[in-house]
């Protein structure tokens, strides 16, 4: 079966990757690869195998279907669940995750679930509020966390851990610093009423970037395995993991006033060859990105898009490239010619590499290059 639309995983590049997050690592801080949301868009079966050759220390996912999806395929690294839900809990303990702990009320409802599955020191990592203000504990709760703790035995705190809301800007240096103090002080309290947590981790990639100092003894990264850090300095050491391709499946001559799409969303000022490429908004590439807000590269050159993104197709104006029907298009990654980046086509809809990535749906094949 042919595909009218590939996104091309290029694991030479994870590695790449990996490497270069490990330079910027002391020897003795673990890693934690970030594999949630289908490992940012790409495969996170495939990825996550890689991850675990290249003795990857640990992984995680944002909800549980994600890990049991990686247990499934016999990934055995020790797997966090950032943001599991009180239902899930009975799952976690069966498919052998290790929950994020980020409020009382889930610490309570956990403790019971393991208490009920007969566990003891069930492995777990307390989330602390640090000003992100989206998932941790609050400091007001610290005395129950401790005494809910200290009246068990079924669980028992692996990880401190907590996340930064900014670390990519350098303008909000010294929120960031902030934070890294506040936690500072929190792994003194907890270690404090709890004894030794044996992993403590705050930074994800601009964090291991920008504050290495703060790496405590695990770091998370995420988008710079996948070839992006959120600066365009260090982006060009990186490789993009993911490369999409689509088709260019006819080509009509316009003159002028000739509509191109749904609603006249474009309208020809000249005469001008219009590209019709295999890709739509059902595959990830949104209506923001029409009218002209990304550019594909097709025929050695680049091709704006024109008019309104259709659910299952986008037209590009094709100038004067040597196109024809049947070539292909690169909407992004990494080849030969001017590429854009998932950073740069991204930025043209004013979004992330982040939202662009993990925005490619199921319906694109994956195909893993070795
Ligand atoms: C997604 C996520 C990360 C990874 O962040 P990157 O910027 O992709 O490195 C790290 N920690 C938490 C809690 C996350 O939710």
């Known amino acids: 079966m042919s595909s009218h639309?590939?996104?091309?995983?290029?694991?030479?590049?994870?590695?790449?990757?990996?490497?270069?997050?490990?330079?910027?690592?002391?020897?003795?801080?673990?890693?934690?690869?970030?594999?949630?949301?289908?490992?940012?868009?790409?495969?996170?079966?495939?990825?996550?195998?890689?991850?675990?050759?290249?003795?990857?220390?640990?992984?995680?996912?944002?909800?549980?279907?994600?890990?049991?999806?990686?247990?499934?395929?016999?990934?055995?690294?020790?797997?966090?669940?950032?943001?599991?839900?009180?239902?899930?809990?009975?799952?976690?303990?069966?498919q052998c995750l290790e929950p994020s702990i980020y409020s009382l009320r889930s610490l309570e409802a956990f403790i019971k679930t393991a208490q009920d599955l007969n566990c003891e020191a069930y492995p777990i990592h307390l989330k602390t509020n640090t000003g992100l203000n989206r998932l941790g504990i609050t400091e007001r709760d610290f005395p129950s966390v401790f005494s809910s703790l200290k009246a068990q035995k079924a669980v028992s705190p692996k990880g401190l851990m907590s996340h930064l809301a900014a670390s990519d800007d350098l303008l909000e240096r010294e929120f960031t610093e902030r934070q890294i103090k506040t936690f500072s002080n929190h792994i003194q309290l907890f270690e404090a009423e709890l004894g030794p947590i044996p992993l403590k981790h705050l930074l994800n990639t601009s964090g291991i970037l920008n504050f290495p100092q703060?790496?405590?003894?695990?770091?998370?990264?995420?988008?710079?395995?996948?070839?992006?850090?959120?600066?365009?300095?260090?982006?060009?050491?990186?490789?993009?993991?993911?490369?999409?391709?689509?088709?260019?499946?006819?080509?009509?001559?316009?003159?002028?006033?000739?509509?191109?799409?749904?609603?006249?969303?474009?309208?020809?000022?000249?005469?001008?060859?219009?590209?019709?490429?295999?890709?739509?908004?059902?595959?990830?590439?949104?209506?923001?990105?029409?009218?002209?807000?990304?550019?594909?590269?097709?025929?050695?050159?680049?091709?704006?898009?024109?008019?309104?993104?259709?659910?299952?197709?986008?037209?590009?104006?094709?100038?004067?490239?040597?196109v024809q029907e049947g070539d292909m298009a690169v909407i992004f990654g990494e080849g030969a010619g001017q590429i854009a980046s998932a950073e740069d086509f991204a930025s043209g809809a004013k979004t992330i590499s982040y939202e662009l990535l993990t925005a490619i749906s199921a319906r694109v094949q994956r195909q893993i290059i070795e």
């Open 214 to 322: 703060a790496q405590f003894n695990m770091a998370r990264s995420g988008i710079g395995l996948y070839g992006y850090s959120n600066n365009p300095d260090i982006d060009k050491q990186l490789k993009p993991v993911a490369t999409l391709k689509a088709n260019v499946s006819q080509i009509h001559e316009l003159q002028v006033g000739d509509w191109v799409g749904y609603n006249k969303g474009f309208v020809a000022n000249k005469p001008m060859r219009i590209g019709t490429i295999s890709l739509g908004h059902a595959d990830g590439i949104s209506r923001q990105y029409g009218q002209g807000k990304g550019v594909v590269s097709v025929g050695g050159g680049l091709a704006p898009i024109v008019g309104n993104v259709c659910m299952d197709m986008l037209m590009v104006e094709l100038g004067d490239l040597q």
């Open 5 to 94: 639309a590939v996104l091309e995983i290029q694991l030479s590049s994870l590695t790449h990757n990996y490497h270069f997050i490990k330079s910027k690592l002391h020897t003795q801080t673990k890693l934690l690869a970030v594999v949630k949301a289908n490992g940012y868009g790409s495969e996170s079966v495939s990825v996550a195998k890689k991850l675990e050759e290249l003795d990857i220390d640990y992984l995680a996912v944002a909800y549980v279907v994600e890990g049991v999806k990686l247990r499934a395929a016999g990934i055995k690294t020790p797997i966090l669940v950032l943001h599991p839900q009180l239902g899930d809990f009975k799952d976690i303990i069966h």
